[in-house]
Structures are given as structure tokens and as C-alpha cells.
């Protein structure tokens, strides 16, 4: 069986097995500026570090059963397709009611039957609950780009801010950290939807 589902695979097209299983079809921005979203003041940098943050609301739960929920979640995060085997949670403390997680995963840009191009992308999720609400962020942001073929190291802070990830009118993302600043937003913004999602 398992030699089976080695050569089903290798008859795959290699798109078809990389690809972000998380994405959904786009529909971002406007018909107008379809990178809208991704302009100014969408990528905050916090101490001088890019940090996304939010507060999700859960009303009726106790920090202790959102602290049950998150680290449940974060936990299957490391075991899901596309992560690497580094992915685990750090830290886990039920008395202070905080999870850290840091995670490996391929972020893919374009996949297709001729070309695949992804980045190996690594962040920490840091959640802190407390009786009826969670806060998130997501940070220590960096990337490890065409390791096959000439690793480059990325920060977050010197390739995804507005001043590199846009271009100089600073309306249109910028030709090849733009790709970078979409997809880490568009995986930021698949993340905290699912825990607001699990925390209703």
C-alpha cells in the first residue's frame, strides 16, 4: 500500500501536491486596486519588530477553557500539511494561561504544472487569555527563500514593512517583496479568523 501511494504521488504534477491548504480562492481587495489591503499600516512593526495583534472576543468562556481551546489548536497546527517537523509549542502554561507556538511552514507563491515558488516561513504565535477574551500575536517573522538553490534569509522588518513591501507611491505592492508582505497578511488573517472562529 504504501508503495502505491508513493508512485500515485510521483504521478502527480508537482503543483498539485504544494499548495497553501489553508488558502482560499482569492477575493482580496477591489476591482479598482486589488493589493488594497496590503497598503499602508498593514504591516505594523512594534518595538521594531513586525508584530500582528489582535483581540478576540469570547464571551461566556473562562481563561481557563480559552487557554484549553488555543492550545489544542496550536497543537494540531504543528502536525498540519505544510509544516515542518521543527513546528511545536514552547511554551504552555496553564497557571498564567499563555501558549506560545513557533512554527516552520512552506508558504507558497506560485505553483503550477513548470514552476514552484514558495519560501520556508517561520513565526511565533503568542496567545495570552483571560476570562472572556484571547490576545494574539503573531511575530519573529522571517523566511528562508530558494534553499534548494541559493538560501537567503529574510527579516520581516527589512523585507515586509511598508518601506520595502510597497512600491514608491506606496500604492501598489513592490515587485518581489510584494509577494512576501500578501501571503504572510493573507496567512495572518487565515490564523486569527480560525481562533475567532473556535472561540464564538
Known amino acids: 500500500m504504501k508503495k502505491l501511494l508513493i508512485a500515485m504521488m510521483m504521478c502527480l504534477p508537482l503543483w498539485a501536491v504544494a499548495q497553501n491548504t489553508w488558502e482560499m480562492p482569492e477575493t482580496n481587495g477591489t476591482a479598482a486596486n486589488p493589493d488594497q489591503k496590503y497598503l499602508v499600516g498593514a504591516v505594523p512593526v512594534v518595538d521594531?519588530?513586525?508584530?500582528?495583534?489582535?483581540v478576540i472576543d469570547a464571551p461566556g468562556k473562562s481563561a481557563a477553557q480559552i487557554y484549553d481551546i488555543v492550545k489544542s489548536y496550536m497543537e494540531k497546527m504543528t502536525k498540519e500539511p505544510g509544516q515542518f517537523e521543527q513546528s511545536r509549542i514552547v511554551l504552555a502554561d496553564s497557571a498564567k494561561f499563555e501558549v506560545v507556538g513557533s512554527?516552520?511552514?512552506?508558504?507558497v507563491f506560485k505553483s503550477t504544472a513548470l514552476v514552484l515558488d514558495r519560501t520556508r516561513l517561520y513565526y511565533h504565535l503568542i496567545v495570552n487569555c483571560s476570562d472572556g477574551k484571547a490576545d494574539i500575536s503573531m511575530t519573529r517573522i522571517y523566511y528562508l527563500y530558494e534553499e534548494e538553490r541559493d538560501p537567503q534569509t529574510l527579516k520581516a522588518e527589512e523585507w515586509i514593512t511598508d518601506e520595502v513591501g510597497l512600491n514608491k507611491k506606496k500604492n501598489k505592492l513592490s515587485r518581489v517583496a510584494g509577494k512576501f508582505r500578501r501571503k504572510t497578511i493573507d496567512r495572518k488573517d487565515y490564523l486569527f479568523n480560525k481562533f475567532a472562529s473556535l472561540l464564538k
Do not use: C
Open 48 to 54: 521594531g519588530k513586525v508584530t500582528f495583534q489582535t
Open 103 to 107: 512554527y516552520q511552514e512552506w508558504l
